[in-house]
């Protein structure tokens, strides 16, 4: 159209393809429209990036893990000149589903957190093997089929529960009016509580038999651990 005399052109549609030494594109094209480098947009012909956000191959040839990826991101370069999208490699979103090394306790199913895979932990109950969780020599209260399990990823030692019956390790004596028991206690301060196997009293009143003396029959009751 005419404009004080001259014949100003008229953009072409945006979007029509033009030539790449009319819009220079970058070196590292990996998120550049392989098919249209250049595209014409308000009369002047540039580079015809990707979408932000779809995947590319970064220029580095970087490593990415299983929770990373890389993705086109729009950025401004030298202040002044138009966004251009270039290939990072970027965190995935944290809770990812994901698929990483298998350990004690932990499968290989996880999920994403900061760019790494954290696996999940197995089961409560799950057993574990002996060695990776060190059961204590003295193990009379410790379960002889599942000496350890895992508990919250961690493979700990399998206590049989407080109170139930046990062979003391010094193999003492056992008086009519003692038992061994589990008990717990914690033998370290800041170490997991362990139950040990312990020689205590039975409960006052407890009925016992005991020797019989003049007056006095074998029947009686217990009193601090004496019948």
């Known amino acids: 159209k005419c404009d004080a005399g001259v014949c100003e052109p008229q953009p072409d549609d945006d979007g029509c393809p033009c030539t790449d030494t009319d819009c220079d594109p970058p070196a590292d094209d990996f998120c550049v429209d392989p098919d249209f480098k250049c595209i014409c947009k308000s009369g002047a ?60 306790c932990k499968g290989p199913l996880g999920k994403c957190d900061a760019g790494v895979c954290e696996p999940q ?14 059961p204590p020599a003295d193990d009379f209260c410790v379960d002889p089929d ?11 030692v399998n206590y ?49 038999i005991g020797d019989e003396s003049v007056c006095k029959g074998p029947l009686g009751k217990c009193d601090a651990g004496v019948c």
């Not at 290939?87 to 809770?95: G, L, Q, S």
């Not at 932990?121 to 060190?134: I, L």
């Not at 599942?146 to 700990?156: E, L, M, N, R």
């Open 160 to 208: 049989l529960p407080p109170g139930g019956p046990c062979v003391p390790s010094t193999y003492t004596e056992v008086g009519v009016c003692k038992e061994a028991i589990c008990v717990k206690e914690t033998l370290v301060r800041g170490t997991p509580d362990e139950v040990v196997c312990k020689v205590e009293n039975k409960p006052k009143e407890t009925p016992c």
């Open 45 to 104: 012909c540039v580079v015809n990036y990707l979408p932000p956000g779809g995947p590319c191959v970064p220029s580095t040839y970087t490593e990415v893990g299983v929770c990373k990826e890389a993705i086109c991101v729009k950025e401004t370069l030298v202040r002044g000149t138009p966004d251009e999208v270039v290939c990072k490699v970027e965190n995935k979103p944290k809770e990812t589903p994901c698929i990483g090394d298998e350990s004690v």
């Open 121 to 134: 932990p197995d089961d409560d109950g799950c057993p574990c093997t002996d060695t990776d969780c060190d």
């Open 146 to 156: 599942f000496k350890c399990i895992c508990k919250s990823g961690a493979c700990v």
